[in-house]
């Protein structure tokens, strides 16, 4: 069953892409970042990093050069770590889901009634 095989694969470079960025980056650039989602592909050439990163936009760019500046060092990680035929090569993405659910949290907000007492 290829789809479980690569829903573990990219779950296992989650977890070392997150360790490794959180313990073993030194860049001050990285602001706190945080690995969301990996992407692999079908034959373990690619893998697209979906990462959140808290701040605003200039740290966010700030952070995601600094992540694809290193993406080398974070290579070396997953091949050191997991037992691939091929390392994939990274590249890292802003995971926009985030801001999304954020916005419609605030549009539900805004579309209910508040809760608090009513005059009658």
Sequence with gaps: MPGARMRRV????RAVLSDAIAKDLQ???VGFVTVTGVKTSPD???ARVYVSVLGGEDERAASLDALQ???GFLQGRVAHSLRL???PA?????DESVDRGMRISELL??????EGPEDA
């Design 10 to 13: 990219d779950e296992a470079m």
């Design 27 to 29: 860049d001050p650039r």
């Design 44 to 46: 373990l050439r690619h």
């Design 69 to 71: 500046a290193a993406h």
């Design 85 to 87: 035929k091929h390392t």
């Design 90 to 94: 990274l590249t890292f993405d802003y």
């Design 109 to 114: 907000a805004d579309a209910l009634p508040s």
